[in-house]
């Protein structure tokens, strides 16, 4: 299998996280096409456009959850949808937070990190989304343990990354982490950083970070944009 991916992709590296607990990662290449993702031609191969994917023997798998989901059925003796139907809803409740009323609206935000360009309605919308959801989840997640349970399941491969992004990416819009100082978010949080497959997507998404704003991404970019025309050249 083939994994397109890239270090700060939130939803990259909910996937890099699950690979990594269920111990897969020889079965799998990690790889980003950084000219094709940078100029849109992403799209040729998966008309999502979007990473993460998986390539198999026999198809273009888009779109996380289900990546998350076939990894699970490929390989159900070590999946991590949880146990039993009441753990496996709430890994399935954990994760549609994180996902789509966590990620997704930082993810819009984004195109708001300009001071000089920013539209603050445009923030507070999607801000006050992040809050709501922020909310849910102190509501739906465990006291103690894991995100869903008692174990690491997929529910902390997609809320360590998305709690990545509000610590890391909300503050470049002048707005203060939504993860509150006190409650049972903040000692998840606090908790989850010493398992040592949260530890290594965090290192892999700071280092995905640091290269976006130091320019290191933008140079690897153009490098590759150039040896992909030279490629066409040829
Ligand atoms: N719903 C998708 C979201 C994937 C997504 O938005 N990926 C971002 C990187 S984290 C991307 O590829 N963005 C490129 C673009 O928007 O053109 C999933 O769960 O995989």
């Not at 590296?13 to 790889?31: T, W």
């Not at 930082?106 to 195109?111: G, Q, V």
């Not at 965090?202 to 992909?228: F, H, I, P």
Request: glycine share 6%; charged share 25%.
């Amino acid at each position: 299998m083939r994994l397109y991916t890239g270090d700060l992709s939130p939803y990259s590296a909910k996937i890099r996280m699950q690979i990594y607990a269920m111990g897969i990662e020889d079965e799998v290449v990690f790889d980003l096409p950084l000219a094709q993702f940078f100029s849109g031609r992403l799209k040729e191969f998966s008309p999502i456009g979007r990473i993460p994917i998986l390539e198999t023997d026999d198809a273009i798998i888009p779109e996380s959850e289900v990546i998350a989901e076939y990894l699970d059925d490929t390989y159900p003796k070590k999946a991590m949808v949880g146990r039993d139907p009441i753990e496996r809803a709430n890994v399935r409740v954990i994760s549609r937070i994180a996902d789509l009323y966590l990620m997704n609206n930082i993810f819009m935000s984004l195109s708001q990190a300009n001071k000089e360009t920013r539209n603050q309605g445009v923030v507070d919308l999607l801000m006050g989304q992040v809050s709501r959801g922020m909310g849910a989840l102190e509501a739906h997640i465990a006291a103690d343990g894991y995100a869903a349970s008692d174990q690491l399941t997929r529910a902390d491969c997609t809320l360590v990354p998305a709690l990545f992004m509000c610590e890391n990416t909300v503050p470049r819009l002048d707005v203060p982490s939504p993860i509150r100082s006190e409650g049972k978010v903040a000692e998840y949080w606090r908790r989850i950083q010493d398992n040592e497959y949260a530890a290594r997507v965090l290192v892999e998404m700071a280092r995905g970070l640091k290269a976006r704003l130091d320019g290191t991404e933008q140079k690897q970019v153009a490098e590759a944009m150039a040896s992909a025309k030279r490629e066409i050249g040829d």
